[in-house]
């Protein structure tokens, strides 16, 4: 992927814009070594776009500079069950060429309208599943998740999940950890399952507590030791009751949970980047055996290690 163009048309919505720009056109910086693509944002009548919030915006570029694009990422606007018919010739015309189409929350409705969805899986903002569902019958719009992909569609739930739905499309063609340093300058929330198992980067613990911060790192640095309540307790020089306290106050979850978690996480990146065994990905993460990883996993991620492997495994 080289190429990444943003189609945006009057009443476009900001933050829709605003997430595709901070993914896919940060400029490069050595303590991330990103990948740097040629970003371009185009409309269908270059100039004066309306805005959907109180303040326009001024485009320069064309549509025909989207149309060679790698990824085409299609942001929601007010009125989006009226798409420009350029856009929806465009939407067709780089589907049709096995581009990647990426339609932001009601943005989706201009994959329905450029006769993409029938027989296709897709979301958008929960406001308007029922909607898209009634209008596009022979598609199979799915609520309860934050972003689908279908072959070179994808599709995100709405507002912030456009970015768990790039996150996922960064991962997918340049790795794990590219994928967690973006979330990681983003500051974005850990990991969202949104309904079902979603292949999304290894973000950094988020947690404004000073005192667990540390601790957090420590144990993700960690994850192959025995890390019961007791061993972190003692680590902190607290009763093992005070610190399964403080810490469910702290990051609302429980420590067996939040290290089950990142465990989980830490094994995506070994599956993805080393031929090693599931037993050996297991004992580094800490499960122990593969059969606890397997386990773990598959409840997790919806898919067995192996599998998940196919599908990401980095080449060489």
């Known amino acids: 992927m080289k190429k990444v163009a943003v189609v945006v048309q009057d009443g476009a919505e900001p933050f829709g814009l605003g997430s595709m720009c901070e993914v896919w056109g940060e400029p490069y910086h050595p303590d991330d070594d990103n990948p740097v693509f040629d970003f371009v944002v185009t409309t269908p009548r270059p100039g004066r776009v309306a805005g959907a919030t109180g303040y326009d915006l001024h485009v320069d570029h064309s549509l025909a500079d989207a149309a060679d694009a790698d990824l085409v990422c299609l942001i929601p606007k007010r009125g989006y069950r009226d798409p420009s018919p350029e856009v929806v010739e465009l939407v067709q015309a780089v589907h049709a ?10 943005a989706a409705f201009m994959l329905g309208e450029a006769g993409l969805l029938d027989g296709r899986r897709a979301t958008t903002h929960w406001r308007h599943v029922d909607e898209l569902a009634a209008l596009y019958p022979e598609a199979s719009i799915d609520g309860n998740v934050l972003y689908v992909q279908d072959g070179s569609m994808v599709t995100g739930a709405g507002s912030a999940a456009g970015l768990d739905a790039a996150l996922h499309v960064m991962r997918q063609h340049f790795g794990a950890k590219v994928a967690a340093t973006t979330a990681r300058r983003m500051v974005v929330p850990p990991h969202r399952d949104g309904g079902q198992a979603q292949y999304v980067a290894r973000p950094v613990p988020v947690c404004e507590s000073e005192a667990l911060a540390p601790l957090l790192a420590w144990i993700s640095e960690n994850l192959g030791d025995d890390l019961d309540v007791e061993t ?43 031929d090693h065994s599931i037993d050996w990905v297991a004992g580094e993460v800490g499960f122990g055996n593969g059969a606890t990883l397997r386990h773990h996993f598959g409840r997790s991620r919806g898919v067995s290690p192996q599998e998940y492997r196919r599908t990401f495994r980095m080449p060489a």
């Open 232 to 274: 972190l307790a003692r680590h902190m020089h607290m009763s093992a009751r005070t610190f399964a306290r403080r810490f469910k106050e702290e990051t609302g979850t429980t420590p067996y949970s939040w290290i089950l978690g990142e465990r989980v996480r830490a094994a995506e990146e070994l599956l993805e980047q080393t």
């Open 97 to 106: 060429r096995g581009a990647l189409v990426f339609a932001h929350c009601t």
